[in-house]
């Protein structure tokens, strides 16, 4: 998936930190924070590429022909950072930091700012994120630190409170139908809307990993699961047989509808409007303290999954428990 890394919902924050560079007063570091699905990600890189750059334009973007930005576009600068898990899932350790650390005390080579990214913060183990705290304290100059986070809350308090925050939410409605529409067919945007919770990044998402599919033969299996009209170890074996991530959060999208519903939500708050009357029939007579309970067990079985535990085991926990629970409802 490739779009334009402009959004038009991050226009706001950027013009602030526009502003700021010019007044010079920049922080020393930024926590850029909000759901996933807001390009986060794109925004800091846009702000390390023009931080890059000599001659910004009059938005205050790199200007995208000079030597630095051919660098940046590369990814070749030497004053930009990127840091990360070794592998997606896994934790941001101590060594990472310390490296870190060891090139913000450098100056940088072309005479401007370094910036050092990190994606996602709340990846940094404690004694990674223990690390960071002297760079927070004891910035060097013209250095940036940009923490980008869809968990801040994961983040200790008090790398936190060491960073300006810059917080994205989900953009109006509208804005979002607009720019999708650019993007994808318009018969799609209602349903994609509503599994994304309006994230439009998460949107698009949704549209290549299918998740609206995904959703329908999820909700299908749970239910001839409780009607015991399918064998459990062959469901096991279907779920085995997708990718893990995209059956957790298919679960955890149908059991949030469940729950919804169950408490009395209106249509327009659950992930899949169009099988409002399955959902509802489904959850008929399911007591909400199992499903919450269930959705629990998902999150403790993700996770789990980052320690590779057996994949096989972790679905027959989660089949075993929704058939106690459909047999506890009365099926």
């Given at each position: ?20 560079r ?29 931080l890059?750059?000599?001659q ?6 790199a ?20 840091v ?18 060891a ?41 940036l ?10 983040l ?34 209602d349903e ?63 059991l ?5 519903l ?37 999150l ?32």
């Amino acid at each position: 998936m490739t779009v334009d890394e402009h959004y038009p919902w991050h226009a706001e924050a950027w013009q602030r930190l526009v502003t700021a560079r010019l007044a010079g007063r920049l922080p020393h570091a930024l926590l850029l924070t909000g759901p996933a699905g807001l390009g986060k990600a794109a925004f800091a890189r846009r702000l390390s590429n023009a931080l890059m750059c000599p001659q910004p334009d009059e938005a205050g973007d790199a200007c995208g022909t000079c030597r630095a930005c051919h660098l940046s576009s590369a990814g070749s600068h030497p004053d930009q950072s990127w840091v990360g898990p070794e592998e997606p899932g896994k934790l941001i350790k101590i060594d990472a930091i310390r490296q870190l650390i060891a090139g913000g005390a450098l100056a940088a080579q072309d005479a401007g700012y370094r910036v050092f990214v990190l994606d996602p913060a709340e990846a940094m183990n404690r004694p990674a994120a223990n690390a960071l705290l002297k760079t927070l304290e004891e910035p060097a100059s013209c250095s940036l630190l940009v923490l980008v986070s869809s968990h801040p809350d994961r983040l200790p308090a008090t790398v936190r409170s060491r960073c300006h925050g810059v917080r994205f939410a989900i953009p109006e409605e509208q804005l979002v139908r607009d720019w999708l529409s650019r993007h994808t067919a318009p018969a799609d945007i209602d349903e994609l809307l509503a599994v994304s919770g309006g994230a439009p990044l998460t949107a698009l998402r949704a549209r290549d990993e299918a998740w609206l599919e995904e959703g329908r033969c999820l909700h299908a299996e749970l239910a001839a699961l409780a009607a015991r009209r399918s064998d459990p170890v062959e469901i096991v074996e279907k779920w085995e047989a997708r990718p893990l991530t995209l059956v957790f959060d298919s679960l955890k999208r149908c059991l949030c509808d469940l729950i919804r519903l169950g408490s009395g939500a209106i249509e327009d708050t659950i992930y899949f409007p169009a099988l409002r009357a399955d959902l509802q029939s489904l959850g008929r007579g399911l007591e909400l303290n199992s499903l919450y309970r269930l959705y629990d067990a998902v999150l403790g079985l993700e996770r789990d999954a980052e320690r590779n535990l057996n994949e096989k085991m972790m679905l027959e926990h989660l089949v075993n428990q929704w058939l106690q629970i459909t047999r506890l409802g009365g099926r």
